[in-house]
């Protein structure tokens, strides 16, 4: 039973303008939220992070919203770059331990 | 710089051979983690291990094991490689809860 969920396999999004991913859980429990981006042939690299107490975290043209009662996630990139173009996948994690449970990736395509 | 480093970036096995993953970290990491990659699955734990000699089950153990006798080095092994074990392979590392530091992968394709 997926406890992370990403509905759109993919979003396309022209250049300058504002994507936005994303991400639905089950557990309200989970209290540590992220977000990976993976290029092909690469690994995932850690992109932003929130924890339960808040509901927005920003990092330069990142920003993480929360909503905590509808176990809500998402990601929002503004002004999208095409080196934005990558799959993004959100991680949750749990009380007392430090395992990530992945969501299903959403392939983003900026284009120009 | 954090640096993960996976042994093989392409392996190519047959059905029923074994086969080891092998995975460094140079950060003195404690927790490291070996997850699978499988389009529209996302990436699924196997094994993780918070300590030397120590190891837990992740979501999809079966057919898999570890080992983990140095701090910096964490192998997934596969004792009788199936071609539904054909998969991108990521292992990370992690000190403090939550940011995970993944490796390049190592993509394994079994005939």
């Known amino acids: 039973d997926q406890q992370v969920k990403q509905n759109s396999p993919s979003l396309s999004v022209q250049e300058g303008r504002i994507s936005i991913l994303n991400c639905d859980y089950t557990n309200s429990m989970f209290d540590y939220f992220l977000w990976y981006k993976k290029y092909p042939a690469e690994g995932p690299t850690f992109l932003i992070s929130?924890?339960?107490?808040?509901d927005k975290n920003e990092d330069g043209r990142f920003t993480v919203f929360l909503n905590k009662s509808a176990k809500h996630l998402s990601l929002h990139i503004v002004p999208s770059q095409p080196g934005d173009s990558a799959v993004y996948f959100c991680?949750?994690?749990?009380?007392?331990?430090?395992?990530?449970?992945f969501g299903t990736g959403t392939r983003l395509q900026v284009f120009p | 710089d954090v640096k993960v480093t996976q042994s093989s970036r392409y392996l190519v096995k047959r059905t029923g051979e074994k086969v080891f993953l092998e995975c460094v970290q140079d950060m003195d990491h404690e927790n490291m983690f070996w997850y699978r990659q499988d389009p529209g699955l996302g990436l699924r734990l196997i094994y993780f291990s918070y300590d030397v000699k120590m190891k837990e089950k992740g979501d999809i153990p079966e057919g898999y094991s570890v080992s983990r006798e140095k701090k910096e080095r964490f192998s997934l092994i596969l004792e009788s490689a199936s071609t539904n074990q054909t998969s991108m392979y990521l292992c990370a590392s992690s000190s403090s809860p939550g940011e995970l530091f993944f490796g390049e992968g190592s993509r394994l394709t079994v005939l």
């Open positions: 929130i924890s339960s107490i808040k």
């Open positions: 991680a949750v994690k749990g009380d007392n331990t430090d395992k990530l449970i």
